[in-house]
C-alpha cells in the first residue's frame, strides 16, 4: 500500500506560478523509482484530465498539450515525493489536482493517460488562477 498526500495548491493570478508536491510513504513503500508516478486534474463538471507523468522519477517524462513547456514533472532524489512546478497559469489550469501511482511492473506507458490504470490517489489540492 502506497499513501499520497498532495500539498501546495492555493489561488494564484494569471502568469503566476506554483509548485505542487506529492508525498509518498506506506508500510511497503520504499522509493519511487520502482513506481510510475502521474499528475491529473478535474474542474467540476468535467472528467479527470492527464497533466503529467513520471517513470522511475527520471526515467521519463510525458506531458499532456495544454501544459507542456508550461509545467515540469520531477522527483527528490530520496524518491519519496513527486513535484509539479507549474508556471505560467492560466484560469483554465484552475482544477483539483491529483497525485497518482502505479507500481512500475504494472505500468503501461502508453495507457499514462488513463486515471484507471493508476492504483494509489492522493486527496487532491485545489488550484485556483484568477484573471
Known amino acids: 500500500q502506497v499513501q499520497l498526500v498532495e500539498s501546495g495548491g492555493g489561488l494564484v493570478q494569471a502568469g503566476g506560478s506554483l509548485r505542487l508536491a506529492c508525498a509518498a510513504s506506506g508500510p511497503t513503500f520504499n522509493t519511487l523509482t520502482s513506481y510510475a508516478a502521474a499528475w491529473f486534474r478535474q474542474a467540476p463538471g468535467k472528467e479527470r484530465e492527464f497533466v503529467a507523468s513520471t517513470y522511475g522519477t527520471r526515467i521519463s517524462t510525458s506531458y499532456s498539450g495544454f501544459v507542456r513547456g508550461r509545467f515540469t514533472i520531477s522527483a527528490d532524489n530520496a524518491g519519496t515525493t513527486v513535484y509539479l512546478q507549474m508556471n505560467d497559469l492560466k484560469p483554465e489550469d484552475t482544477s483539483v489536482y491529483y497525485c497518482?501511482?502505479?507500481?512500475?511492473?504494472?505500468?503501461?506507458?502508453?495507457?499514462?493517460?488513463?486515471?484507471?490504470?493508476?492504483?494509489?490517489w492522493g486527496q487532491g489540492t485545489q488550484v485556483t488562477v484568477s484573471s
Open positions: 497518482a501511482a502505479i507500481r512500475g511492473s504494472k505500468y503501461d506507458i502508453g495507457r499514462r493517460y488513463i486515471p484507471s490504470e493508476y492504483d494509489y
